[in-house]
Nanobody
Framework: QVQLVESGGGLVQAGGSLRLSCAAS????????MNWYRQGAGNQRELVAS???????IYADSVKGRFTISRDNAKKTLYLQMNSLKSEDTAVYLC?????????????WGQGTQVTVSS
């Protein structure tokens, strides 16, 4: 069982930066994949970035070159460094841990943190 709590959101001007954190109650070593998603008002949940247990990363085209996902297994924390923020980045950001149990995948979600970018 993994419980996740996001923090670091807030209000920032366009062009600014924020770093989101996702702290786990249990070890994130059990998380085979960790993700950041976002959900804007009236929009579907969108995958922003992923990082595997081996450190491989994938980004949505909309954030490539601006956002960086990382994980610190010792601190049991997932991060999302967001630079050059745009108004369209405004959303609730959520982290997810996926654990592979053989053919079964179990997903654990945080409650989200609001990011608002003013233009």
């Amino acid at each position: 069982q993994v419980q996740l709590v996001e923090s670091g959101g807030g209000l920032v001007q366009a062009g600014g930066s924020l770093r989101l954190s996702c702290a786990a109650s249990g070890s994130i070593l059990s998380c085979n994949v960790m993700n950041w998603y976002r959900q804007g008002a009236g929009n579907q949940r969108e995958l922003v970035a992923s990082i595997s247990s081996g450190g491989g990363t994938i980004y949505a085209d909309s954030v490539k070159g601006r956002f960086t996902i990382s994980r610190d297994n010792a601190k049991k924390t997932l991060y999302l460094q967001m630079n050059s923020l745009k108004s369209e980045d405004t959303a609730v950001y959520l982290c997810k841990c996926t654990v592979f149990y053989g053919l079964e995948h179990r997903h654990y979600w945080g409650q989200g943190t609001q990011v608002t970018v003013s233009s």
